[in-house]
């Protein structure tokens, strides 16, 4: 099956026959992507005080503090960007093995720069198993990067990386857009209505916690000001086998 893209519409349609049909999957890879390569020369959510990036620096502050309290000799790094987490890893965790992922190319040539003795790999994270080079990490780390995702690909993720890509006993430490519940997501869309980004899927905690749980995960929340969470991510434990005495 051939595949042909249209950039400037941020398409791909597959060949099938005579005709071409419309890859939805493909279609947002195409699109999101080309929109962060053009954001990558001036990329600094940082400056932007405003929803959604108000809490921006707390939220990488506290993610980085987490990580760090575990003491990971590897950690890895979801969605990169330019580097702005990953720079404050480094900084707590002078000595630990840094793996970065993000699906833009531009995005990692910035954050080499930034901080060129960690490992950046170009990766689109809906691409299940994540590369080999992912493996064997303790910590997996995200900020502002699941938002990209619903909540049940949020929560194969999530599984996934607990299964499959870190070290058993590992955990994931999401920083991202949420909200206590979805009633009050739903206040501050209104609310926000001219910033809010429809494509974006921010956390509703209360029911992504009983979604996740359903799915074998245990989730810690922290608020982090008033439009943001700070998620810890852990296989749940097992309960002990009965006593058979």
Not at 80 to 87: F, H, K, S, Y
Not at 108 to 129: I, K
Not at 195 to 224: C, N
Not at 236 to 243: C, G, L, R, V
Request: glycine share 6%.
């Amino acid at each position: 099956m051939a595949a042909v893209v249209d950039a400037r519409r941020g398409r791909v349609w597959s060949q099938q026959g005579e005709g071409l049909e419309l890859r939805p999957r493909y279609r947002w890879s195409v699109h999101r992507r080309s929109l962060f390569e053009s954001w990558a020369d001036d990329y600094d959510p940082a400056a932007d005080l405003d929803f959604p990036f108000g809490d921006y620096e707390r939220v990488l502050d506290r993610i980085a503090e987490l990580a760090a309290q575990r003491r990971p000799p590897r950690i890895l790094e979801l969605g990169v960007g330019t580097a702005n987490l990953t720079r404050k890893i480094r900084q707590r965790l002078p000595a630990a093995k840094i793996i970065g992922i993000d699906f833009s190319a531009a995005m990692l040539t910035r954050a080499r720069e930034a901080v060129p003795d960690a490992r950046f790999v170009v990766h689109d994270l809906r691409e299940l198993p994540l590369p080999a080079v992912a493996r064997a990490c303790q910590v997996a780390v995200a900020a502002y990067v699941l938002h990209e995702f619903d909540d049940d690909f949020k929560v194969r993720l999530l599984s996934a990386l607990l299964a499959e890509t870190l070290e058993p006993g590992g955990v994931c430490i999401v920083g991202d857009v949420g909200f206590a519940d979805v009633r009050s997501r739903d206040e501050a869309r209104r609310a926000l209505a001219e910033k809010w980004d429809p494509d974006e899927h921010y956390f509703a905690a209360s029911e992504f916690v009983a979604r996740a749980s359903a799915q074998g995960l245990q989730i810690e929340t922290e608020r982090i000001g008033p439009h943001a969470l700070v998620l810890v991510i852990e296989h749940a434990a097992m309960p002990p086998p009965p006593d058979s005495t």
